[in-house]
C-alpha cells in the first residue's frame, strides 16, 4: 500500500488514514499476514475452523511466492498458484489435491482481498472477475439413503450405541457430524411446545435455526447433560 501510494495508485490519505486506526501495520501488506488478519476476524464472529483452513493457505503461499504483497495479487497471479497447487500432494494420502481443495484455497484468498477492500487497505479486488467454474471441476452427484436403508440402519445392532444414535440423529435432523458432536443442550430451544437448534455451523460460521422432527428428538439424550 505505500507502494501503491508514494506512485500515486491509492491516496496517500488513505494509508495514513489505514496505519493510524491501526488497519494495517508497516508490514501488513503482504497477502500472507493480510490472510491471517483475515482469519482472526472470522475467528472473532464464531469461524473458529477458519483459522486452520487459513494457515493451509499460507503454507502453499509461502512455498510459491514468500514475498508477493496484497496489491500484486492478480488473476495471472491466481492462475499461477493454481497451476502451482495441482503439483502439490496432501500430506497423508501422498495424491493430487482435489479440484475442490484448490478453489477453497483461492477462494481464501479472494475472501481476504475483499476484506482488505472493505478497510480501504485496498481499493478494488482484482480476483472478482476471475473465471472461478474453470476450478470448480465436476459437480458430483450428491448420493442419499433411502427411508429403507435408514430403517435398516436402526434395526441392526452396532457395537457403539453412541455412535449409531448420533449417526441416526444426524440422518433425522440433516446436520454434519462436527456440528452433532458439538451440540450442548444450551443449543437446544422449546418454545410453543415445538422444539428446534441454534447452533453456529462449524464448516460455514452461519447461525441456523433447526426445526427438529419427532424422529430427530427420539434419537437425542434421554438424560440433560452439558
Not at 493510524?20 to 482469519?39: F, P
Not at 497451476?83 to 500430506?91: I, S
Not at 484448490?102 to 476484506?115: E, H, K, T, V
Request: hydrophobic share 35%.
Amino acid at each position: 500500500l505505500r507502494y501503491r501510494a508514494a506512485v500515486g495508485i491509492v491516496p496517500a490519505a488513505r494509508l495514513y488514514r489505514a496505519l493510524s486506526e491501526r488497519k494495517i501495520s508497516i508490514r501488513h501488506d503482504k497477502i500472507g499476514i493480510g490472510l491471517h488478519e483475515y482469519a482472526e476476524s472470522g475467528e472473532k464472529k464464531g469461524r473458529r475452523a477458519l483459522v486452520d483452513h487459513v494457515h493451509a493457505v499460507s503454507v502453499c503461499l509461502k512455498a510459491y511466492n514468500p514475498r508477493i504483497r496484497l496489491y500484486e495479487v492478480d488473476k495471472d497471479f491466481l492462475q499461477g498458484f493454481i497451476e502451482y497447487l495441482g503439483t502439490r500432494m496432501t500430506r497423508l494420502t501422498k495424491k493430487p489435491l482435489a479440484k475442490k481443495t484448490i478453489s477453497g484455497y483461492c477462494g481464501y484468498i479472494r475472501a481476504a482481498l475483499n476484506y482488505a477492500v472493505d478497510l480501504e487497505i485496498l481499493g478494488d479486488n482484482p480476483l472478482l472477475s476471475f473465471d472461478w467454474a474453470s476450478i470448480q471441476g465436476e459437480r458430483k452427484k450428491r448420493e442419499y439413503l433411502t427411508i429403507e436403508e435408514v430403517q435398516t440402519l436402526i434395526d441392526t445392532p452396532c457395537r457403539s450405541p453412541r455412535v449409531k444414535t448420533a449417526f441416526l440423529f444426524s440422518c433425522f435432523c440433516g446436520l454434519r457430524y462436527s456440528d452433532v458432536k458439538g451440540l450442548r443442550w444450551k443449543d437446544v430451544i422449546e418454545e410453543n411446545g415445538k422444539t428446534h437448534l441454534e447452533l453456529r455451523q462449524q464448516k460455514t460460521g452461519k447461525v441456523i435455526y433447526l426445526p427438529l422432527s419427532l424422529q430427530a428428538q427420539k434419537f437425542m439424550p434421554g438424560e440433560k447433560g452439558n
